[in-house]
């Protein structure tokens, strides 16, 4: 049974920062990409960034290239998410994500099978 469970979300002012991590059990599949969405109220989920427990190629939404970074410890399997320079409309519920989607470094919703619970980000201006 594969479980996700995140942790380190919070309430920061903009322009600070915050790391999220995603600690995951359970799991049987050699490689597979490892996700974070995040999902504000009345909007879809979005895509922010992924990371392949093969070979570490991460990829990016351009919403947050350059202020966020994917990473991941294969002897905890944790998976990280660093933020920098939030700001108020980073304020969402992320997610970390499993699964083996058909396009390389993909950021759907739908080609993700495993869920965690999520973890509240508020930034506040």
């Known amino acids: 049974q594969v479980e996700l469970v995140e942790s380190g979300g919070g309430s920061v002012q903009a322009g600070g920062s915050l790391r999220l991590s995603c600690a995951l059990s359970?799991?049987?599949?050699?490689?597979?990409?490892w996700a974070w969405f995040r999902q504000a109220p009345g909007k879809g989920r979005e895509g922010l960034a992924s990371?392949?427990?093969?070979?570490?190629?991460?990829d990016y939404a351009d919403s947050v290239k350059g202020r966020f970074t994917i990473s991941k410890d294969n002897a905890k399997n944790i998976l990280y998410l660093q933020m920098s320079s939030l700001k108020p409309e980073d304020t969402a519920m992320y997610y970390c994500?499993?699964?083996?989607?058909?396009?390389?470094?993909?950021?759907?919703?739908?080609?993700?099978?495993?869920w965690g619970q999520g973890t509240q980000v508020t930034v506040s201006s």
């Open positions: 359970g799991h049987t599949y050699s490689h597979f990409y």
């Open positions: 994500a499993l699964g083996r989607p058909p396009l390389p470094g993909s950021l759907r919703a739908t080609d993700y099978n495993y």
């Open positions: 990371i392949y427990t093969g070979d570490g190629r991460a």
